[in-house]
């Protein structure tokens, strides 16, 4: 039977979940079978070094050599189709600028996507889980070029993962950060919920907000957002490639340099 050409094939996104938790990969695949529907073929890949959810700095770190190495082992499993576009799936787009070196398709970080949506609408806040990521959001909104319509980034004290843990008593400890922002700030258009293990939290947000009579302020869900703007990035991608049939390798585009110590797979994308 003859292979489809590329043009009939649904696009491809490989979203990278930096974190080391399954369960906040499975919100991610989750998230994008509701938002994307048929719209994308997805995959979802785990780091398979690091911490089970990023939450400060040394975490963070760790978290740029975990997404490359999940996308090298991505890129070294046999019959898989090079992604049209690749999410990474943390609030903090640890190895962004990295993984944009090695891979020819569009990389979007999940704070970069939503961030340049909530920017667009107008004044933005960030909410978020844990008081170490303030000053670290911070620094990306300015490295991004999206601090002009930022009004504040906020956290309450629980991580991520353990508000994801309850999500109803994450809802409401969120709503009640929401309604101190707005205090804070009437001409907000938008406050953007920060966070992988946070998806699906601003509807129930905006509900517990509107019982309240705050009516006038648009939840952002990170997840969601980012997965629609990667979504987009990658049709465009898939349109713009050479018809093909099978398997698309794109050529390194890195020099070449060899480590030390790192997954074979990592190597083989990086080696001279």
């Known amino acids: 039977m003859r292979q489809p050409t590329r043009q009939y094939m649904r696009p491809q ?3 990278i979940n ?3 938790s399954a369960s906040v990969s499975q919100i991610l695949q989750d998230m994008a079978a509701r938002e994307l529907g048929q719209q994308c073929l997805v995959r979802v890949q785990t780091a398979r070094l690091g911490a089970s959810y990023i939450s400060d700095e040394v975490s963070f770190a760790i978290a740029g050599h975990a997404l490359l190495d999940a996308y090298a082992k991505d890129k070294a499993e046999p019959h898989q189709r090079t992604p049209d ?11 962004l600028l990295a993984l944009r070196q090695l891979c020819d398709a569009p990389v979007i970080g999940l704070a970069q996507g939503s961030m340049q949506m909530a920017h667009a609408r107008g004044r933005y806040a960030v909410i978020t889980g844990g008081q170490a990521w303030v000053p670290m ?25 353990q508000l994801a843990a309850d999500p109803q008593a994450a809802a409401q400890a969120l709503a009640d950060l929401c309604e101190q922002v707005l205090a804070q700030d009437p001409t907000l258009q938008t406050i953007l919920l920060g966070g992988a293990a946070l998806g699906g939290l601003a509807q129930p947000i905006e509900a517990l907000l509107h019982a309240r009579g705050i009516q006038q302020i648009n939840i952002m869900d990170s997840v969601a957002s980012s997965l629609r703007f990667a979504a987009e990035q990658a049709s465009t991608f898939a ?16 020099s070449g340099m060899a480590c030390l110590n790192v997954s074979p797979e990592l190597q083989a994308l990086l080696k001279p």
């Open 18 to 20: 930096p974190n080391t």
């Open 239 to 254: 349109a713009q490639r050479p018809s093909t049939s099978g398997i698309v390798r794109a050529s390194n585009p890195v």
């Open 85 to 95: 576009a690749v999410l990474i799936g943390c609030f903090g787009d640890p190895g």
């Open 137 to 161: 959001l911070h620094r990306l909104v300015a490295q991004l070029g999206l601090d002009d319509r930022l009004s504040s980034i906020h956290a309450v004290d629980k991580t991520g993962a």
């Open 13 to 15: 996104l490989l979203i």
